[in-house]
């Protein structure tokens, strides 16, 4: 097997192979920079597109697809949905990877067996963002033993953990191991105690495999290399020490020749039961269905939500404030006929609020989302589909309650006309401008970190605004390309759906002060006529807003996918960015 790194003219492994058995707990170890996590990586086939050579489960040449039915990655980042309780977190976990023929019954004894044996049993109603960093390792794990994979990848699961934890972390792999699980891991600097727990051994060094065996032949394999581990020496400390040339570039290249001659790599000979089994098994490892899925989720999500409380009383409290901020500049403008042109600004400020108030807070959130969905999807929780389906329902309550906040304060204290019927047009403008907000944010988001996402979120947003307003109060008509590219902003639209709600359908007359000698816009209509919206018809500003927010959805989607699973055109654009990337960094 070799892997590619296109970053640089670099081959990160090359001419390795070994086999990993079930019921054996395997640690990948090399130096910094070896390779562990790439070979981890395309072990997993979380990156195997830059790879060539074969990977064969049970002398059967590996079917991703399948494979990825049968398997595990549990990274070494702790994700884990946060505002849930350990239990909570297992019975989400359980819906959405066991199908609807397992019973409620089945599915409570295997949560109550995967935490007792993981040690949670203690921390069952603990918040996930209470829990210690080995309880939240530990949780990592159960969640992915729900649906028992046979085949569990981990990326240095000891990280961040004290002594005793990671002992109790590798105890625990052992017996999950001895299950008849296939369990590997690669880990940084073993101590000798958590060292013996492991029964296969694989070093990496420069990319290449440089010992694979069990932990006992450790110590007599350094006597064939030329070489002898001091005594009371952790032979793991001594094997990454050897394997990153500390006491000779020669070693290396002699652990490279020995290791093929001491350990030959004995093809698995496929037999006919062994492949009917891993066929069996992947086929048995089905999901949940379509709408088991979305309401699973759906309902973790709103659980979530509920429990966000603290940061939905700051979004109320900022919705309230900028509804007297408003409000209060624009007092009485709505009702105003000397006021017209200021009650025009109330409504394009309107919109710049439910652009940058749905949109920023997904900017800063959704990113590091993304990375957990990446992990759940990866791990074959759910489909994409049920999940962006959920997000967008789970979305909508709060958006129409905040933003019904601060409409009902700023058309009141503003004096906007009380009819029915242009409320209700006002409001389902203003409520649909929200959600293509938020559809950008999540478009952005899905793709940029949150650095990235909030440099490019706000930056978009000026020439929507400027191509919007392009042309108001000119007798002249704008040329053709400048009214087709003005028509390309959803603000436009539905600012002529706002002005149309508030002066259209023959709005009578409005009343001036009397120290006004001469109120021009008194009339609606004039104020249209000036605008060049005298011919506009809000149902067709505001399809166009629906079909508008219909097409952001689909291209936050869209996007969203391009994320976890790039397809060729994505992935040339990822290799040149990396090019340049690496071309301009500083050495």
Known sequence: MRYLNYRGPKLILRGISGQFRSGQLTAILGPSGAGKSTLLNVLAGYKCLETGG??????????????????????????????????????????????????????????????????????????TDKLSGGERKRLSIALELINNPPVIFLDEPTTGLDEM????????????????????????????????????????????????????????????????????????????????????????DKMIKTVEKKFPFEPTITKKNSNEKYELMSKKRLKASWKSQF???????????????????LKISLHIFLGLVIGGLFLGTGNDGSKTLFNFGFCLACIIVLLYVPMLPILLHFPSQVQLVKREHFNRWYDLSPYFC????????????????????VYFISGQPMELYRCAMFFSTCFVCAFIAESMGFAIASTLSIVNGMFVGPALTVPLMLVAVQGLGSPDPLPIYRTLVMYLSYIRYGLEALIISTYGYNREKLPCPSEEVYCHYRVPRELLRAMGMEHCVFWVDFAALVFILIAFKAIAFYLLRQRLRPNKTFRAIHLVGRLIKSHFSIE
Do not use: W
Request: with cysteine; hydrophobic share 40%.
């Open 390 to 409: 959920a997000l967008t329902v789970a979305t909508i309550p709060a958006q129409l309650i905040l933003s019904t906040i601060y409409l009902t304060m």
């Open 54 to 127: 074969l990977v064969t489960i049970n002398g059967q040449p590996r079917v991703l697809r399948e494979f990825k039915k049968m398997s595990c990655y549990i990274m070494q980042e702790d994700l884990i949905q946060q505002k849930l309780t350990v239990i909570e977190s297992m019975h989400f976990a359980a819906d959405l990877k066991l199908t609807h023929n397992v019973t409620e019954c089945t599915r409570n004894s295997i949560v109550d067996e995967i935490l007792e044996t993981l040690r949670l049993t203690n921390a069952r109603n603990t918040l």
């Open 295 to 313: 309401t699973v989720l759906f309902k973790r999500m709103m659980v979530q939500h509920y429990r966000d409380r603290n940061y939905m009383y």
């Open 165 to 252: 934890a990671s002992l109790q972390c590798i105890d625990l792999l052992q017996r999950v191991a001895q299950g008849g699980r296939t369990v590997i891991c690669s880990v940084h600097t073993p101590s000798a105690s958590m060292f013996a727990k492991f029964q296969h051994v694989y070093v990496v060094a420069s990319g290449q495999c440089v010992y694979r065996g069990s932990v006992d032949e450790l110590v007599p394999y350094f006597e064939d290399v030329g070489i002898e581990c001091p005594k009371h020496y952790n032979p793991a400390d001594f094997v990454i020490e050897l394997s990153s040339g500390e006491y000779g570039k020669e070693y290396v």
